[in-house]
């Protein structure tokens, strides 16, 4: 087993968080880990291919808008009507 250090207020909300639900701090916590994996989905590679398609589909939306297509999104401009 691990120990780590962390601030008294910061202890004392975790382990209300457990009680509340009937579990020890270190049941609170291993469930909490268990259920939200630190790492997300996938290898770096999958990860990066995924970000990759991604930014891919963005361009192919940009590519559809005019050349030169301009979007004001100013406040005046939104609200020029209200003043």
């Known amino acids: 087993m ?11 909300r975790l382990q209300q968080r457990a009680a509340d639900r009937g579990l020890s701090l270190v049941e609170y916590l291993t469930q ?11 290898t770096p590679s999958e990860r990066a291919a995924a970000l990759e398609q991604f930014l891919a589909s963005m361009r192919r939306i940009g590519d559809r808008l005019p050349p030169g297509h301009v979007v004001d999104d100013s406040r005046e401009s939104i609200y020029d009507d209200r003043a």
């Open 2 to 12: 691990t120990s780590i250090s962390l601030p008294d207020d910061v202890v004392a």
């Open 32 to 42: 909490h880990a268990n259920e939200r994996p630190l790492d997300p989905p996938g």
